[in-house]
């Protein structure tokens, strides 16, 4: 059985960081595509950052590039996200992703449709 399993979120004040962590277990994710989606209160869930099957690339949406990062440890089968320069809106319920779907082109990881396995999310809140 797949599991991801999120961690890390909590409270921290703008301008701040964080680093969010997801756990996969159930099956070894290296050639695997994994992302990072969000959904803030009273707005429907959207894509934040991926790491593309086998490392290859990623790529962030507009509003948190140059402040998140994406990265993975295949020996702990774990992504992170890490947050800097934190803004209120980046307040969301964090969700981790992965798809087994290979792609050349990061816009095809842009769906929710894409990903395959889901973890159950985590609230990062942050306060101005």
């Known amino acids: 059985q797949v599991q991801l399993i999120e961690s890390g979120g909590g409270l921290v004040q703008a301008g701040g960081s964080l680093r969010i962590s997801c756990a996969a277990s159930?099956?070894?994710?290296?050639?695997?595509?994994m992302g990072w989606f969000r959904q803030a209160p009273g707005k429907e869930r959207e894509f934040a950052a991926v790491?593309?099957?086998?490392?290859?690339?990623?790529f962030y949406a507009d509003s948190v590039k140059d402040r998140f990062t994406i990265s993975r440890d295949v020996a702990r089968n774990t992504v992170y996200l890490q947050m800097d320069s934190l803004k209120p809106e980046d307040t969301a319920v964090y969700y981790c992703?992965?798809?087994?779907?290979?792609?050349?082109?990061?816009?095809?990881?842009?769906?929710?449709?894409?990903?395959?396995?889901w973890g159950q999310g985590t609230q990062v809140t942050v306060s101005s």
């Open positions: 790491e593309s099957w086998a490392g290859g690339y990623t």
């Open positions: 992703a992965v798809s087994t779907k290979k792609f050349n082109s990061a816009r095809y990881y842009y769906p929710e449709s894409t990903y395959d396995y």
């Open positions: 159930g099956r070894t994710f290296s050639s695997d595509a």
